[in-house]
């Protein structure tokens, strides 16, 4: 059974530093075509992609925020980290981690249970 | 940032279908890119509702399908229940992006 969960600080300050912690378990992401992805969705719109490593140790940032996006994984502990710098009262949002699966052809599946990050002084 | 766009809200009685659309361009669905739908029920994270146009994974009642044509997708619910109020989105990827993966604008399902 493959599961996700993410972890981090509930509240983080304007212009501080958020980092998100990702743990998983049922796959490996040294194995062919795994990869994870994170999303967010602030409260009561939809749902943005963020980033994404694969097997390979590659990385991709959605385009509008890849210069405060890093993505990284410690493949041992089976975790995926993000961090994203200047945070803002916008960037307030559930931030969801996924396996994702596409190079399979199945999206994103499945989710964690998404952690709620509040940006206020 | 949405680049698929879906209608805000849908609704029907029980046992009615409902469709929701997702228009796209052509540097995502009509690029050829597949679409996956997503159900987000209230208070609690997505799950996949169809993978790669028309693919339901085990345990997703027949009574969901989705279809692609050019460049929109569409999700049909077909004998509406009370249990498929939620939120649906729609994803795909785009060219214009570096091949990012792009979501929908998502469509609230009402079951009068």
């Known amino acids: 059974q493959v599961t996700l969960r993410e972890s981090g600080p509930a509240l983080v300050k304007p212009t501080q530093t958020l980092t998100l912690t990702c743990t998983f378990s049922g796959f490996s992401l040294s194995t062919s075509a795994m990869c994870v992805s994170w999303i967010r969705q602030p409260p009561g719109k939809a749902l943005e992609w963020l980033a994404r490593?694969?097997?390979?140790?590659?990385?991709y940032y959605s385009t509008s925020l890849k210069t405060r996006l890093t993505i990284s994984k410690d493949t041992s502990k089976n975790q995926v980290v993000l961090t994203m710098t200047n945070m803002d009262p916008v960037d307030t949002a559930t931030y969801y981690c996924?396996?994702?699966?596409?190079?399979?052809?199945?999206?994103?599946?499945?989710w964690g249970q998404g952690t709620l990050v509040t940006v206020s002084s | 940032q949405s680049v698929l766009t879906q209608p805000p809200s849908v609704s029907g009685a029980p046992g009615q279908r409902v469709t929701i659309s997702c228009t796209g361009s052509s540097s995502n669905i009509g690029a050829g890119y597949e679409v996956h739908w997503y159900q987000q029920l209230p208070g609690t994270a997505p799950k996949l509702l169809i993978y790669v146009n028309s693919n339901r994974p085990s345990g997703v009642p027949d009574r969901f399908s989705g279809s692609k044509s050019g460049t929109s997708a569409s999700l049909v619910i077909t004998g509406l229940q009370a249990e498929d109020e939620a939120d649906y989105y729609c994803q795909s990827y785009d060219s214009s992006l570096s091949d990012s993966r792009v979501f929908g604008t998502g469509t609230k399902v009402t079951v009068l």
């Open positions: 490593i694969d097997w390979e140790d590659d990385k």
């Open positions: 996924a396996r994702d699966d596409t190079v399979r052809g199945r999206g994103f599946d499945p």
